[in-house]
């Protein structure tokens, strides 16, 4: 080998060295986008499921309340009829408060704003909490594919290395705003693109 291919060689190793630096530094940011969007994702999953579980007790503790009402209300009516035909003044008066009563405790269990506990307000709690679900349901994913775009990224860079093809690299880097895109969708705007 002549001293002129001989510094051919060098220049060519020392540049093909200064590109594999520059894809090892584009894997790194790649792979931090990746760590982000998994936290990300994961933390609006646990989400989701904590809110899905907050929906169903609030619903169960919502049809509860209804039941109780319905069975109040129930031996409110059967007292007034019973009232009709009680002729005893004393006994009347004893049924009388005993359904004023019920029908009180009828409309507390239909309204108790105090407590937050009545069947109006945890019907409305329960929605809320679905609405909740829902949202980070929509955030979980656009971060999944946030994930999964960064994941064919760092393949791509890293098979520009083997192969030396520099469209690679460029795809991978397209690939990683493709992510980056999801993940701000993910972060501001979940339900722009309907992916459930």
């Not at 955030?139 to 690679?168: C, D, M, N, P, R």
Request: aromatic share 6%; glycine share 4%.
């Amino acid at each position: 080998m002549s001293a002129h291919e001989s510094m051919e060689h060098a220049e060519h190793a020392e540049h093909a060295s200064t590109e594999n630096r520059k894809i090892a530094l584009l894997i790194a940011v790649i792979a931090l986008c990746l760590a982000l969007s998994e936290t990300l994702g994961k933390g609006a999953q646990t989400e989701s499921i904590s809110k899905n579980v907050e929906a169903s007790n609030l619903w169960a503790f919502f049809q509860a309340k209804s039941i109780r009402r319905t069975a109040v209300q129930t031996a409110a009516e059967q007292g007034k009829l019973n009232l009709a035909t009680t002729t005893d003044e004393a006994a009347k008066a004893a049924l009388q408060k005993q359904i004023d009563d019920w029908q009180k405790t009828a409309a507390r269990y239909r309204s108790e704003p105090d407590t937050g506990e009545g069947s109006e307000q945890l019907s409305e709690r329960a929605k809320h909490a679905e609405h909740e679900r829902d949202e980070a349901t929509a955030k979980y994913h656009h971060f999944e594919l946030a994930s999964a775009a960064f994941q064919i990224a760092i393949v791509l860079a890293s098979a520009t290395i083997i192969t030396g093809i520099a469209a690679l690299a460029w795809v991978s880097g397209l690939v990683t705003l493709a992510g980056v895109a999801m993940t701000l969708l993910g972060l501001f705007q979940p339900h722009l693109l309907p992916l459930h």
